[in-house]
Every structure is written in structure tokens, then in C-alpha cells.
């Protein structure tokens, strides 16, 4: 075989094989490429949704039902204490030192109780305000984490006053659609 015969056999040969090589490697990137997925990002504006979820605002009125209803019975309660001490101190001007003392001690007596039973009172509201909001957000995120499952998202941010989300696309902002799906899973409850 001649000699330019055999170079351009060889040059042929590999400019082949490096073409072969060029089309296995574009070819290689492009399933890599389409392999990648894009990540799915969403989120939502946690006061807006949690404020505006319907359960919440009911959760609210009965709770305000009761500290009403708490108020009231608590201002009764002082009322009748107050016209019990004012009669002890008409009472009192006719008594003994000994008796005033006793009557005294009857009196705070009674107000201590009196306090107890209010502070306790005061406390197991608060105590059932704190289970439900508790119980409330609990609910919320499981059904945005079953949202994103179910959806494809990879992650759903909450944003809020600190501006844990500071800047978003509208089209990523779910709050509205979660805010919508949320109460009206509630109203078939």
C-alpha cells in the first residue's frame, strides 16, 4: 500500500472514531439532560393561609364564646365578693376587734378562692386554645405536604412577616389554591 495511501486510512480511521466519540458524548449529554428534572418549587403565605382558613375563624368565634362567657361569670363572681366585703364592713362597726379579725380572714379567705378558681378557669382556656392552634397548624402542613406529593413538587416554602420567601413568581404562590382546597375539605367535614 502506498504510503499516503495508509495516512489517509489512518486520518480517516480516526477522524471516525473521534467523530463516533463526538456523537457518543452529544448523544450521552442529551439523555443526561433529559434525565435532570427541573425541581417543582412552590409557596405559600403561612398568616394568609392559616388567618383565612375557615376552621380557624370557627375555632376562633367558639373560643371567644367562651372567654365571653368567662368575663362574665368572673365579673358576677367579683360583684357579689365586692357586696359581701361592703356588708362585713357595715358589720364591722358594730364588732369586736376579735370579730373583725375573724371577718377579715374569712374574707381573704374567699378571695383567694375566689382567685384560684378564676386563674385556673383562665388557664384551661388558654390551655384549649393552645391544643387547637397546635392541633390546627398539624393539619395544615400535612395537607400541604400531601399537596406536594401528590403535585410533584419538590418543595413548598412558607413565607411571612421575617421574609423567609422574599421574592416569588405569582404562578409559584400557592396560597390561594391550597387556601381554597383547605376550606372546602372543611365544609364537606
Known sequence: ????????????????ITMKNIFYAVFAILIFASCQQTEKI??????KLINEYQEKKDIEEKLKV?????QKRTDSLRKVFRLDVNEAEI???GMSQ?????????????????S???QFEQQQIAQESQTQNDSLIKKIKDFVK????KNGYSYILGSNEGGSVMF???????TQTLLDLLNAAYKKD
Open 168 to 174: 416569588g413568581k405569582e404562578e409559584s404562590d400557592l
Open 116 to 118: 384560684k378558681r378564676l
Open 98 to 114: 376579735a370579730n373583725i379579725q375573724k371577718l377579715s380572714q374569712e374574707l381573704q379567705q374567699r378571695e383567694q378562692v375566689l
Open 66 to 70: 367562651k372567654v365571653t362567657a368567662f
Open 42 to 47: 412552590g409557596y405559600v403565605d403561612n398568616s
Open 91 to 93: 358589720k364591722a362597726k
Open 1 to 16: 500500500m502506498p504510503l499516503k495511501t495508509v495516512y489517509f486510512y489512518i486520518f480517516a480511521e480516526t477522524k471516525f
Open 146 to 149: 400531601d399537596y406536594g406529593t
